[in-house]
């Protein structure tokens, strides 16, 4: 049963990464990196939902260490940080914030958080390997603002989307 549901993850996080690449192509490239940047991360908010869905740790943390593994080799040249930032959100909603009955308000407000502190992560990685010379000020104007306002707004209908799943999960085990 374990195992279904990690290969029902797996290839609904699949669907989402193919998502985020079709968004992604058909919106404006910026160049000059100076005009507004959006990345969509559709993906990041499904598996933010779907983690929980998993009983095991051990199954949470291989599906986010694999999931981070996909979006570093396919979507980025970060040196595996994105392996650190899904087994970070996968700790923090396995130990921290370990509520499975998530409420639409609860979902958005937390995929705000993580789509700001991954921004954030991102720009200083860029800052500290001479990547970027945007300024911390350039930076949230014209790329942390708009992608976590749009990816705020898209999660509204991911979190719809999750809800028709109808995951089953014991209580008895978050408690």
């Known amino acids: 049963m374990i195992e279904k549901q990690l290969y029902k993850n797996f290839l609904i996080m699949i669907?989402?990464?193919l998502l985020d690449s079709i968004i992604?192509?058909?919106?404006p490239y910026n160049l000059?990196?100076?005009g507004i940047s959006f990345i969509p991360s559709i993906g990041l908010m499904m598996f933010t939902l779907l983690v929980m869905t998993l009983h095991d740790p051990s199954e949470r943390f291989f599906f986010s260490a694999l999931c981070g593994l996909y979006y570093c080799v396919v979507y980025s040249n970060s040196l595996l940080i994105y392996v650190l930032v899904y087994v970070a959100i996968a700790f923090v909603r396995s130990y921290i914030y370990r509520n499975d009955h998530i409420t639409l308000l609860e979902y958005l407000v937390l995929m705000f958080i993580i789509l700001l502190l991954k921004e954030?992560?991102?720009y200083y990685l860029m800052v500290a390997t001479d990547v970027t010379s945007l300024t911390f000020l350039s930076f949230v104007r014209l790329r942390l603002l708009p992608t976590t306002l749009i990816?705020?707004?898209i999660g509204a209908g991911v979190y719809g989307i999750y809800s028709l799943f109808d995951f089953k999960t014991d209580e008895s085990e978050f408690s």
């Open 151 to 153: 990816n705020t707004i």
């Open 120 to 122: 954030l992560v991102v």
């Open 24 to 27: 992604s192509f058909f919106l």
């Open 32 to 34: 000059s990196k100076t």
């Open 15 to 17: 669907v989402c990464y």
